[in-house]
């Protein structure tokens, strides 16, 4: 019981991340040069959830700008908002299933507490 609980907080803390990182992608939507980052979950040792965040290289759209006298084409940020919210609506849920899981698993231990009490 104490394990599967355990593995739901490491679910949690993970999300969080999660979403952390998403949030910086949101945030430098307009940065020029950003590169998004991703974070990808892993079942880790002892039934752990474990984040990995790794840096998404693909290019952004290139605009054209004056500097000056000079015409300089410059790198946008790689995120793209299509992509960004519909990820984050299914990491709140995800969220909100192991906090669930949390909540049920404590009712069940008080439960069982006031039983043998």
């Known amino acids: 019981m104490i394990s599967s609980i355990n593995g739901s907080i490491s679910a949690l803390k993970a999300l969080g991340?999660?979403?952390?990182?998403?949030?910086?992608?949101?945030?430098?939507?307009?940065?020029?040069?950003?590169?998004?980052?991703?974070a990808v979950l892993q079942e880790g040792q002892q039934k752990q959830v474990t984040v990995q965040i790794e840096k998404i290289d693909t290019p952004g759209p290139i605009v054209t700008e004056i500097e000056g006298e000079k015409i300089v084409e410059k790198e946008l940020s790689n995120v793209d908002l299509v992509e960004e919210i519909p990820q984050t609506i299914v990491t709140q849920r995800h969220y909100e299933a192991n906090l669930k899981a949390v909540q049920t698993q404590d009712e069940v231990l008080k439960t069982i507490v006031d039983l043998k009490g």
């Not at 991340?17 to 991703?38: P, T």
């Open 17 to 38: 991340k999660k979403v952390a990182v998403a949030a910086d992608n949101v945030a430098n939507l307009q940065s020029k040069g950003f590169k998004k980052k991703r």
